[in-house]
């Protein structure tokens, strides 16, 4: 007779491709949204290519804030559409493969997930956390899901509150069940950007498996 059992076994569990030879679960189809539908002015292109998510642009000044604005490359469009993306509830956080072309533009994050916080800014929704890629050769990125938070500042992108402040503000678990959209975004720092990513994982994650 089989019983099972969860085990914590520290495994990687693959979220996000861009290879074409990966499987439907986690392959998305990617589109640029930017701050042009907030009066902005900044450009982006985003494209599956070569086994990688190419994003380049510029994040610019908006006029109307004289603050910089953002780009983002969009899998799933939050409140208005989403996509099926694989379980990482059981994980302790995302593992990006990523290179930065740019010197080291200090604007990057990613986002998951349509949660708004009670009091939370109007444009910000999904938990956001900074992300810093290597520059100029391919690298790994671990980003602990404390590490995010669902109330941020929709001018800036800097969290006001953190998961480490208040859990209320950490990912909950029916996010991380299926997260429906994310974002790679450069967002609050001019500048021109050149990222290219290879995967997401989610690390850490548990394993439930069959015994005897």
């Known amino acids: 007779m089989l019983s099972i059992a969860t085990v914590a076994l520290g495994a990687d569990i693959p979220l996000v491709s861009f290879s074409s030879d990966a499987p439907s679960p986690v392959t998305h189809k990617w589109t ?10 900044s450009t982006s292109r985003v494209e599956v290519e070569n086994s990688v998510l190419n994003f380049t642009g510029v994040c610019a000044i908006v006029p109307s804030l004289n603050a910089p604005g953002f780009i983002t490359a969009v899998a799933g469009h939050g409140m208005f559409s989403g996509e099926k993306f694989v379980d990482v509830s059981s994980c ?19 986002s998951f997930g349509t949660a708004k916080p009670p009091g939370g800014k109007f444009f910000a929704q999904g938990y956001k956390a900074n992300m810093l890629p290597t520059v100029g050769s391919f690298g790994e990125i671990s980003i602990p899901f404390t590490n995010f938070t669902d109330f941020w500042d929709d001018a800036s992108g800097n969290p006001m509150h953190t998961c480490a402040e208040n859990k209320e503000y950490c ?9 429906k959209t994310m974002s790679i975004w450069a967002e609050g720092v001019e500048g021109k950007i050149h990222l290219e990513m290879k995967s997401i994982t989610g ?6 498996v069959e015994s005897a």
């Open 171 to 179: 990912p909950d678990s029916k996010t991380l069940t299926n997260m």
């Open 32 to 41: 640029a949204l930017n701050d042009p539908v907030m009066g902005g002015q």
């Open 92 to 110: 302790e956080g995302l593992k990006i493969v990523a290179k930065d072309y740019t010197s080291g533009y200090k604007g990057y994050r990613i």
């Open 203 to 208: 690390y850490g994650c548990s394993a439930t």
